[in-house]
């Protein structure tokens, strides 16, 4: 038996290279700061906690396997994953030996399991935000353009029935490699030439974004009429692009680090000071960084570690996060949190143009029988 004094091991699974790594590393960094801050402040029931790191390399069957390894080495919680192909290879891992994954990433939601916390935005935390407001401010003509993995198909499909739903319509849905050539990217601005004006919503990811975006702004699109709406283009994205690419462009997500309290202030100063003063932080960041402090109040409930006491003391858990509060909900094992859209500046940062008043209730499985009460319950501001 280990002493009751020896440090508490915790996985975190994310991409150090690889086509989702600009992300990724921003991830690990918020993981490894609130464990940091946690143990600063007396540890996980007095006990240090430490890290246990994998790379998945951007990759679902990298990730698989260094879930078993995390797994079979005594890791029991793991914090980790962005794409919804590496969750979806990862869980089947973490559900056969019992362990518990933080996923800290937007998806496409319609799915549950008892052994993962979702902390990262439902769509109807932030797809339903982003249809509403193109549609209000832009037109109703949609292009979707999308990596060819789960998420994108999945996020469009949503797309698509919320914009007909109320009267738009989608003129094409293409999608590109994971890893794009320039020709394949040109073909999708060509195409998208041809139908405009239309509203595109992209659900590329990673460098694929940088160059899409890129290519954007090179044809000449005119943003005030003709931005790309985006849920997976956050501060890391518009970082790698540079200024002339990201500015006008729309993204919606729970956080951007251009949030004006004084919670979010402390968090964006830390942040800095740990991990540079140009350190780019994102929604996923900030959703990485949360869901480490709510297992930690998951644990203090429990007065234990083990799965089990903290699976049983994660509903209702509750933390004061930079995006504002929030907490579990037992019924999803999905997160409350505070959808907004922000339009991007030069400076490479997120002007919010709107936000909820109060925290939503996640929805992953889109219940609500009438796509326009989604908006309207979002939009009481």
Do not use: K
Request: hydrophobic letters at 40%; proline letters at 6%.
């Amino acid at each position: 038996m280990r002493p009751t004094d020896s440090p508490i091991r915790l996985g975190a699974l994310f991409s150090d290279s690889g086509l989702t790594a600009v992300v990724e590393r921003t991830q690990r960094q918020a993981v490894t700061m609130a464990v940091e801050e946690i143990n600063a402040a007396g540890g996980l029931l007095g006990r240090e906690a430490v890290i246990e790191a994998g790379n998945s390399l951007s990759d679902p069957a990298r990730a698989r396997a260094e879930a078993e390894r995390l797994l079979a080495s005594g890791v029991e919680t793991i914090f980790g994953c962005y794409m919804s192909s590496t969750r979806r290879a990862v869980l089947p891992v973490v559900e056969q030996r019992r362990g518990l994954l933080f996923y800290p990433t937007l998806y496409e939601g319609f799915e549950y399991s008892s052994h993962c916390i979702y902390s990262g935005a439902a769509p109807n935390q932030n797809s339903v935000w982003l249809a509403d407001h193109m549609l209000r401010r832009y037109g109703t003509r949609f292009y979707l353009v999308g990596s060819n993995y789960v998420f994108p198909y999945e996020s469009n499909r949503i797309m698509r029935d919320y914009v007909q739903s109320c009267g738009g319509v989608v003129v094409e849905e293409r999608y590109l490699p994971l890893h794009p050539s320039d020709e394949d990217i040109a073909r999708v601005i060509g195409d998208i030439r041809r139908h405009a004006p239309v509203m595109v919503f992209s659900t590329t990811v990673g460098d694929a974004t940088t160059a899409f975006y890129r290519a954007y702004d090179r044809a000449g699109f005119d943003r005030s009429t003709m931005p790309i709406g985006s849920l997976t283009t956050g501060e890391p994205e518009l970082a790698a692009m540079g200024g002339d690419a990201a500015e006008g462009h729309l993204t919606a997500a729970p956080y951007f680090s251009t949030i004006g309290s004084p919670r979010n202030a402390r968090f964006v100063a830390a942040f800095r000071a740990r991990w540079g003063e140009d350190a780019p932080i994102s929604a996923n960041t900030e959703a990485a960084y949360f869901q480490v402090h709510l297992y930690a109040e998951a644990v203090a409930r429990a007065g234990a570690t083990d799965v089990a006491s903290v699976r049983a003391n994660l509903p209702g858990c509750a933390y004061d996060a930079p995006q504002g509060p929030v907490r579990i909900d037992g019924r999803t094992h999905h997160t409350v949190l505070w959808p907004r859209v922000g339009v991007a500046t030069a400076r490479g940062e997120f002007a919010i143009v709107e936000e909820a008043a109060a925290a939503v209730a996640p929805d992953p499985y889109m219940i609500d029988p009438e796509p326009r009460a989604w908006g309207a319950r979002a939009l009481a501001i």
